[in-house]
């Protein structure tokens, strides 16, 4: 299980023992130096491993719309956000074990070749040894092939369409709040490989981890609840 945390949503305390690993808000779309120290702080108190969660340089609209910004441009502020989420993990006697981008950023690395390529390029400068999390199939993770390991997400509290995207968050039903309903959408991913999608249809899914929003205000309800139904399955939680 895994979490975006570091937005200030005021739940990471609560989040942190309900996962493995966390996505922290690098300063641009969410959060600030101190809150990021914080965040570590949680995870590592928690032995919760430590990811950046980068994005557009756009706060006013938290990171979740595509912004028309220079390859050069991206690079560094991508470059920016990992080396200063890194740079304190390491001050704090952690280690950065992966990124995340966020937002739009994430939804568009699938598909666009020229910001995949960014997001690539920037962890090379960094640490060619950070994991990239990424959609099975995204467009980042064939970039990556022999170069950068990928690990394959997919949403515990999103809803999906026939293609494997997620539902746009201007639907109505693209996020899902009610504990039960999240347990069931992600117990058949887990025990069947298969997602029932928006329209009904059942999709087979590969992954290697499971978020939940940390923004979500049923994060922790959800999970919570995802804990303690699989604990009551015999399912080992890592």
Same mark, same amino acid.
């Given at each position: 299980?895994?979490?975006?945390?570091?937005?200030?949503?005021?739940?990471?305390?609560?989040?942190?023992?309900?996962?493995?690993?966390?996505?922290?808000?690098?300063?641009?779309?969410?959060?600030?130096?101190?809150?990021?120290?914080?965040?570590?702080?949680?995870?590592?108190?928690?032995?919760?491993?430590?990811?950046?969660?980068?994005?557009?340089?756009?706060?006013?609209?938290?990171?979740?719309?595509?912004?028309?910004?220079?390859?050069?441009?991206?690079?560094? %502020? +991508?470059?920016?956000?990992?080396? *200063?989420?890194?740079?304190? =993990? &390491?001050?704090?006697?952690?280690?950065? !074990?992966?990124?995340?981008?966020?937002?739009?950023?994430?939804?568009?690395?699938?598909?666009?070749?020229?910001?995949?390529?960014?997001?690539?390029?920037?962890?090379?400068?960094?640490?060619?040894?950070?994991?990239?999390?990424?959609?099975?199939?995204?467009?980042?993770?064939?970039?990556?092939?022999?170069?950068?390991?990928?690990?394959?997400?997919?949403?515990?509290?999103?809803?999906?369409?026939?293609?494997? %995207? +997620?539902?746009?968050?201007?639907? *109505?039903?693209?996020?899902? =709040? &009610?504990?039960?309903?999240?347990?069931? !959408?992600?117990?058949?991913?887990?025990?069947?490989?298969?997602?029932?999608?928006?329209?009904?249809?059942?999709?087979?899914?590969?992954?290697?981890?499971?978020?939940?929003?940390?923004?979500?205000?049923?994060?922790?309800?959800?999970?919570?609840?995802?804990?303690?139904?699989?604990?009551?399955?015999?399912?080992?939680?890592?």
């Amino acid at each position: 299980m895994n979490s975006d945390v570091g937005e200030e949503a005021g739940f990471d305390e609560r989040i942190m023992p309900y996962i493995s690993w966390c996505n922290i808000a690098c300063g641009v779309h969410a959060g600030n130096d101190q809150v990021i120290q914080k965040t570590i702080d949680l995870a590592l108190e928690y032995q919760v491993k430590i990811g950046a969660h980068p994005s557009y340089p756009d706060r006013e609209n938290f990171g979740r719309m595509v912004m028309d910004i220079s390859y050069d441009e991206l690079v560094a %502020t +991508l470059i920016d956000q990992i080396q *200063k989420v890194k740079y304190y =993990t &390491e001050k704090m006697g952690g280690q950065l !074990h992966h990124v995340k981008p966020h937002g739009a950023l994430y939804n568009e690395a699938v598909k666009n070749e020229e910001v995949a390529n960014s997001i690539v390029d920037s962890v090379k400068n960094i640490d060619k040894s950070l994991i990239i999390i990424t959609p099975k199939d995204s467009l980042i993770s064939y970039i990556c092939k022999g170069n950068i390991e990928v690990k394959h997400e997919v949403f515990a509290d999103r809803n999906y369409n026939e293609d494997l %995207t +997620l539902v746009s968050r201007s639907e *109505k039903k693209a996020v899902l =709040t &009610e504990p039960k309903k999240v347990f069931d !959408h992600v117990f058949r991913m887990v025990s069947d490989g298969k997602v029932k999608t928006i329209k009904g249809e059942e999709v087979s899914i590969y992954f290697d981890t499971i978020c939940v929003h940390g923004d979500n205000p049923k994060s922790v309800e959800i999970l919570e609840y995802l804990y303690k139904e699989f604990l009551k399955r015999n399912f080992v939680l890592k």
